[in-house]
């Protein structure tokens, strides 16, 4: 299987087919309810594409998913794909608005979704498209024996649509193609064939998020096992890892945060752990030391966005130096620092992040505009870059240190102020426990730094917090306020959610 995984582009679908010819009954898929093996993966996902296709999927249509993650939700994944079709898995914490607004945008005529989301949502909703229960797509695909017609995938056909997860209006549609997923995950396969590493993988955060594309589709196309957990949850993560003696996973920093704080941790035996991965939110620097110093394996950190642009990635385990970085631009990948004329810095100076690789999104679905906005064009080659959205700096050694977000950046009195850098003055606090800064509007200043922090009980007051942490700072940084937060908002998979702290910091401005 490596000659084909080595090639500049396959086909996925075949890639399944070969590993089920290989290893019938070696189990493929599992979650709490079923185990599937390679045999019996492939049989039915012959039958859903069938029957997606007798029902009127066309080629490059989109079929929608709407519930927690599961087995079958991964069948209708890959039977998608294997129809011709495109997995278009919708995120489950959006309103009903948002969930039409994504269903209508992706063109699909098919909504597979879980009863949990059908009784939330009501038997109105999408009720012009074709709804299959999740639980009985086995009542509905076609009868066994069945193949669907031969799909022979061209590298710009779609193989999936992500949807951002964007807190306001209807989320912009990513589109990745086959040539993109086959770079992305053929790549990283290769790699734990030759390294003869056995493939037991723990998926754990949602499956409409790209995150999971990373412990769901490598392992699968190097004819591993995967499991998939519906929901997080410490314990039941590591009685999974351990019982199965899990490989691979990708966990969010969170995620990794909850298994550090567990108190039962060090009681599991996950010495099989040899890889892993860690993207989509800030890891500190501090949370990835414990990781390494706890957990075995090897741990490595991916700063990229779901759609594209540079991938750097940071191996923790041999840069122990380098923790307060992502790491290094991946290769095929490149990476620019430009001020806000588009024009280089100098070395060691922050700016925005501009990157490009064999990676990178077809664009947004329907929206054109939206896809220019998110590109940067180079004057003088042509070449198409994406913004990455982020602040940072690249050190003497090409490691990458991220300062913030572009959005974030506060701009007070005409002078940049970085939240991570007042962030991570209030980390230094003892009874600070984890804190957020953001920016809201000022009549004197035009932005004014505010902060949130999670106090360790019997702690100091934040107002005692701030004046500690404004008198280390300079003028033009300090805090106007600091407050008080149980728990910082969060998306599904671990992002923290600022649009949310700048209402409760607006609204609590307008207390005062």
């Not at 003892?430 to 004014?448: L, N, Y």
């Not at 300090?478 to 407050?483: D, G, H, I, P, W």
């Amino acid at each position: 299987m490596q000659d084909k995984l080595d090639q500049p582009f396959g086909s996925f679908p075949e890639i399944l087919r070969n590993w089920a010819q290989a290893r019938p009954d070696a189990i493929a898929l599992v979650d709490e309810t079923r185990d599937v093996a390679w045999a019996e993966l492939i049989g039915e996902v012959e039958r859903l594409a069938a029957r997606l296709i007798e029902t009127g999927l066309r080629r490059g249509q989109s079929v929608a998913i709407l519930g927690y993650s599961s087995v079958n939700y991964a069948l209708v994944f890959l039977a998608a794909v294997r129809a011709g079709g495109v997995a278009a898995p919708l995120t489950t914490s959006a309103s009903a608005e948002q969930l039409g607004g994504m269903a209508k945008d992706s063109g699909a005529r098919h909504l597979f979704i879980d009863a949990a989301k059908a009784e939330e949502l009501g038997p109105d909703f999408m009720a012009d498209l074709i709804r299959v229960p999740l639980e009985d797509i086995a009542g509905w695909m076609a009868p066994p024996g069945s193949t669907a017609p031969d799909f022979k995938p061209e590298p710009s056909d779609p193989f999936n649509i992500i949807y951002s997860s964007g807190t306001t209006g209807i989320p912009k549609g990513i589109v990745h193609s086959h040539q993109m997923r086959w770079r992305q995950f053929g790549t990283t396969a290769l790699s734990y064939l030759a390294a003869g590493l056995p493939v037991r993988s723990l998926a754990s955060t949602p499956l409409y998020s790209n995150t999971t594309m990373v412990a769901f589709l490598p392992p699968l196309m190097a004819g591993g096992t995967v499991r998939i957990m519906g929901k997080f949850d410490c314990a039941k993560w590591l009685e999974n890892a351990q019982a199965d003696k899990t490989t691979i996973t990708m966990l969010v920093p969170v995620q990794y945060q909850r298994l550090m704080d567990y108190p039962g941790f060090d009681d599991f035996d996950l010495s099989s752990l040899a890889l892993k991965y860690c993207t989509s939110a800030p890891f500190s620097a501090e949370l990835k030391r414990e990781v390494l110093d706890r957990m075995p394996g090897g741990l490595i950190e991916i700063y990229s966005m779901t759609e594209g642009g540079v991938v750097c990635l940071l191996a923790c385990h041999e840069f122990p130096d380098k923790l307060h970085t992502v790491g290094r631009p991946a290769p095929g990948s490149e990476l620019k620092v430009l001020d806000d004329e588009d024009k280089p810095v100098a070395a060691g100076t922050p700016g925005n992040l501009i990157g490009r690789s064999m990676t990178m999104m077809t664009g947004y679905k329907n929206r054109p505009d939206k896809t220019a906005e998110a590109q940067w064009s180079d004057p003088e080659t042509g070449e198409q870059w994406m913004r990455m959205g982020d602040i940072g700096r690249v050190d003497e050694d090409g490691f990458v240190e991220l300062v913030g977000r572009a959005k974030d950046m506060i701009i007070s009195g005409g002078f940049n102020i970085y939240p991570s850098d007042l962030e991570a003055e209030l980390a230094q606090e003892d009874d600070v426990i984890e804190a957020a800064v953001v920016g809201i509007a000022s009549r004197q200043w035009g932005e004014t730094p505010v902060g949130f922090a999670v106090v360790k009980e019997n702690g100091r007051s934040c107002e005692e917090i701030c004046g500690a942490v404004n008198a280390r700072l300079g003028k033009t940084q300090r805090l106007s306020a600091l407050y008080p937060i149980e728990e910082m908002p969060r998306s599904h998979i671990g992002k923290l959610l600022k649009t949310d702290l700048r209402a409760q910091a607006k609204k609590l401005q307008g207390e005062r």
